[in-house]
T-cell receptor
């Protein structure tokens, strides 16, 4: 059985601060895929990134960056210089044969 | 239209009503999904269709009845619902229903359902 753990329930920061969201994925499989989704107040889950278990290179996309460490089963997500528009619920998900979502982390960015 | 669309966006119904939720994907995908998202609960996968065939039903009560007439459309028929069924219902699609890169799911905006 697979398990996705997002230990942080809520994070509140002031604009321009960096935010790091933690995710731990547990599975017996050696081949799997990890995802991050963003859910703004409008409700739609927006796909942000997909990584496979064999690729441990960090990835950066604008103000977003992701750090995957297979040894610790962690796939952390950092928002640099946060903005109010980053306020949302962020979900980590893992897929070995079936997609499973974490409970989500609510990020509030205050102006 | 692009991506995944859902109608209606909001729905209020009584416990004796019958209504349907509609989902349409414009991505050329072959798999479609229904999820339920209740307040303070994780996303719950309800149904999976792959090439129009139902491949997963996660012990969903029979008052929820899915229909997938083709790979682009997915319906969720609702009847005699309970107040605890009030939630955000999300539809998603992916290239196919297998694990791996082709299984990246893309979501619609959801239908906010309130059962009185």
């Amino acid at each position: 059985a697979q398990k996705v753990t997002q230990a942080q329930t809520e994070i509140s920061v002031v604009e321009k601060e960096d935010v790091t969201l933690d995710c731990v994925y547990e599975t017996r499989d050696t081949t799997y895929y990890l995802f991050w989704y963003k859910q703004p107040p409008s409700g739609e889950l927006v796909f942000l990134i997909r990584r496979n278990s064999f690729d441990e290179q960090n990835e950066i996309s604008g103000r977003y960056s992701w750090n995957f460490q297979k040894s610790t089963s962690s796939f952390n997500f950092t928002i640099t210089a946060s903005q109010v528009v980053d306020s949302a619920v962020y979900f980590c998900a893992g897929d070995d044969y079936k997609l499973s979502f974490g409970a989500g982390t609510t990020v509030t960015v205050r102006a | 239209e692009t991506g995944v669309t859902q109608t209606p966006r909001h729905l209020v119904m009584g416990m004796t009503n019958k209504k349907s939720l509609k989902c349409e994907q414009h991505l050329g995908h072959n798999a479609m999904y229904w999820y339920k998202q209740s307040a303070k609960k994780p996303l719950e996968l309800m149904f999976v269709y792959n090439f129009k065939e139902q491949t997963e039903n996660n012990s969903v009560p029979s008052r929820f009845s899915p229909e997938c007439p083709n790979s682009s459309h997915l319906f969720l028929h609702l009847h005699t619902l309970q107040p605890e069924d009030s939630a955000l219902y999300l539809c998603a699609s992916s290239q196919d229903g297998t694990g791996g890169p082709s299984n990246t799911q893309y979501f619609g905006p959801g239908t906010r359902l309130t059962v009185l």
